[in-house]
């Protein structure tokens, strides 16, 4: 994965007001915390920080007034009606530190034939990575399953390096049978 570089700005007025201000100058405030070190309160430029955050578990290099701190997000808060970014929460890591991080799941293949649902009961599977090598998601194959099959999370193919933070027996994806009602021909009358 790949590092994004953004800029920060020390923040040294906090509260409603102060965010506020931070925000209509197109900055998000956030806090950057851990590895025992006092919080630092910065802004950051709201349009880089929205399009880094599309990945997820993002490593993002921050400049912090010359010193750099390499962070993944920990919490991110948007607008409930409009979307946009009001605050992030972010966590100082290392490199070569193994962080615990959910990674979203995909699916590829067809089910088989029957009308069957593919129920999700993980969206996003728990793993322990290297933090400069989370990987963006993990793939399972549904090519085939039928009703009543299901994916454990031990099924699950990790890259090398990666583990999981879930039991081993917790169920990835679930397949139903779907309920199918029989048509009726046209034009059949008695």
């Not at 400049?63 to 993944?72: F, S, T």
């Not at 615990?100 to 990575?129: K, Q």
Request: avoid cysteine.
């Amino acid at each position: 994965m790949a590092e994004v570089k953004l800029n920060a700005a020390v923040r040294t007025e906090f509260g409603k007001g102060s965010a506020r201000r931070i925000r209509r100058a197109h900055q998000v405030p956030a806090v950057v915390y851990g590895h025992g070190a006092e919080p630092v309160h910065v802004s950051l430029p709201g349009h880089d920080l929205m399009m880094a955050l599309k990945t997820p578990n993002v490593l993002l290099s921050l400049d912090i007034e010359g010193r750099n701190e390499l962070v993944i997000p920990k919490q991110v808060q948007r607008d409930a009606l409009k979307g946009f970014l009001e605050h992030v929460d972010l966590l100082v890591v290392k490199r070569g530190e193994t962080v615990t991080v959910e990674v979203p799941v995909h699916t590829e293949g067809e089910l088989a034939p029957g009308g069957n649902l593919l129920e999700h009961t993980l969206t996003a599977l728990p793993v322990e990575a290297e933090a400069t090598h989370i990987p963006e998601a993990v793939t399972v194959s549904v090519a085939g399953l039928e009703a009543g099959a299901s994916v454990l999370a031990k099924d699950v193919v990790l890259p090398a390096g990666v583990a999981l933070a879930v039991d081993a027996d917790a169920v990835v994806l679930h397949v139903v049978a779907g309920d199918v009602a029989p048509v009726e021909a046209e034009g059949a009358e008695a």
